[in-house]
């Protein structure tokens, strides 16, 4: 398994955008699909993006798409979300996970998913 950190969340307001970053400990995590979930209050966590092991293939919820971008830097064990134009609806906490099942007809299922981060919060204010 990896361990996986997130940081860059925050309070912004309606049409801002945010960073996300995701650290991640250990040589074998180039072999891993990368995703990132959200969890609002009283709600499942939900799908927000997938990118595959080579960064050749990424995947998005209906939601986000069109508005935010998932990237990945192998070199440095780190997976980003860029999410521009956001909404008070994008208000969550949000999560990345790492999978080492790199298909991409199951990343949209969290339970594909090995490892977790701790979570970070994204406010976004109307």
């Known amino acids: 398994q990896v361990q996986l950190v997130e940081s860059g969340g925050g309070l912004v307001q309606a049409g801002g955008s945010l960073r996300l970053s995701c650290a991640a400990s250990g040589r074998t995590f180039v072999r891993y699909a990368m995703g990132w979930f959200r969890q609002a209050p009283g709600k499942e966590r939900e799908f927000v993006a997938a990118i595959i092991w080579s960064g050749g293939g990424t995947y998005y919820a209906d939601s986000v798409k069109g508005r935010f971008t998932i990237s990945r830097d192998n070199a440095k064990n780190t997976v980003y979300l860029q999410m521009n134009s956001l909404k008070p609806e994008d208000t969550a906490v949000y999560y990345c996970?790492?999978?080492?099942?790199?298909?991409?007809?199951?990343?949209?299922?969290?339970?594909?998913?090995?490892?977790w981060g701790q979570g970070t919060q994204v406010t976004v204010s109307s």
């Open positions: 996970a790492a999978s080492r099942n790199n298909n991409y007809l199951t990343l949209r299922n969290r339970y594909e998913y090995d490892s």
